[in-house]
């Protein structure tokens, strides 16, 4: 198989992929709700494997000490991720308080790194940065519970679908250069040499 011909094939999977993720995108967006217990779901069994890796971790380093902090870690992990499978929409409303307060502590933050890099002109959009990430745990704070319903889907859905459209708009470009090459005759690289 030629590198154009492994090339075509790699750039037309990344298609197909930035595809579904822009349609798995505006689903998300259109049915916020689903999408949200998908992360809520998923947020959930990521916290029972970190709460068996913990228990697993505690046990085989138990010889070094901490053996029951790291068991205790392991059964928080455990009890908050049953707790989130068996309960997905107080998961969801806690998910939701967890995002406020992320987007807070990130809008603090941002002012604080504005004001350090004041004399750079750039520093404005650590401004606004810092700006939209208040708005946003204001009205998202301001409307909980109501807001859980379709504040973690939606975002999950634009992460997506953004995400989505930047793989698209690489692998277009991927896709052009790929057909630029196949244009262009072969040559060896780098001046040839004549030995007389």
Same mark, same amino acid.
């Given at each position: 198989?030629?590198?154009?011909?492994?090339?075509?094939?790699?750039?037309?999977?990344?298609?197909a992929?930035?595809?579904?993720?822009?349609?798995?995108?505006?689903?998300a967006?259109?049915?916020?709700p689903?999408?949200?217990i998908a992360?809520?779901?998923?947020v959930?069994?990521?916290?029972? $494997?970190?709460?068996?890796?913990?228990?697993?971790?505690?046990?085989?380093?138990?010889?070094g000490?901490?053996?029951?902090?790291?068991m205790?870690?392991?059964?928080?992990?455990?009890v908050?991720?049953?707790?989130i499978?068996?309960h997905p929409?107080?998961g969801?409303?806690?998910?939701?308080?967890?995002?406020?307060?992320?987007?807070l502590?990130?809008?603090?933050?941002e002012?604080?790194?504005?004001c350090?890099l004041?004399?750079l002109?750039?520093?404005?959009w650590?401004?606004?940065?810092?700006?939209?990430?208040?708005?946003?745990?204001?009205?998202?704070?301001?409307?909980?519970?109501?807001?859980?319903?379709?504040?973690i889907?939606?975002?999950?859905?634009?992460?997506?679908? $953004?995400?989505? $459209?930047?793989?698209?708009?690489l692998?277009?470009?991927?896709?052009?250069?790929a057909?630029? $090459?196949?244009?262009?005759?072969?040559?060896?690289?780098g001046?040839t040499?004549?030995?007389?």
């Amino acid at each position: 198989m030629s590198a154009n011909t492994e090339i075509n094939r790699e750039v037309g999977w990344s298609i197909a992929l930035s595809v579904l993720m822009i349609v798995a995108g505006v689903l998300a967006i259109i049915v916020p709700p689903a999408s949200g217990i998908a992360v809520t779901i998923l947020v959930g069994w990521l916290l029972l $494997f970190c709460g068996g890796a913990y228990l697993a971790y505690a046990w085989q380093t138990r010889r070094g000490g901490g053996l029951w902090w790291g068991m205790l870690l392991g059964i928080i992990y455990l009890v908050a991720g049953g707790y989130i499978l068996l309960h997905p929409m107080a998961g969801l409303a806690s998910l939701t308080l967890v995002l406020v307060a992320y987007l807070l502590l990130e809008s603090i933050l941002e002012f604080i790194l504005a004001c350090q890099l004041r004399p750079l002109t750039e520093s404005g959009w650590l401004v606004l940065d810092g700006m939209v990430a208040l708005v946003l745990a204001i009205m998202i704070g301001w409307t909980w519970p109501s807001s859980t319903r379709w504040v973690i889907g939606t975002l999950a859905g634009i992460g997506m679908l $953004f995400g989505g $459209f930047t793989r698209l708009m690489l692998s277009l470009t991927a896709h052009r250069m790929a057909h630029a $090459f196949q244009a262009v005759p072969e040559r060896g690289c780098g001046p040839t040499l004549k030995i007389n």
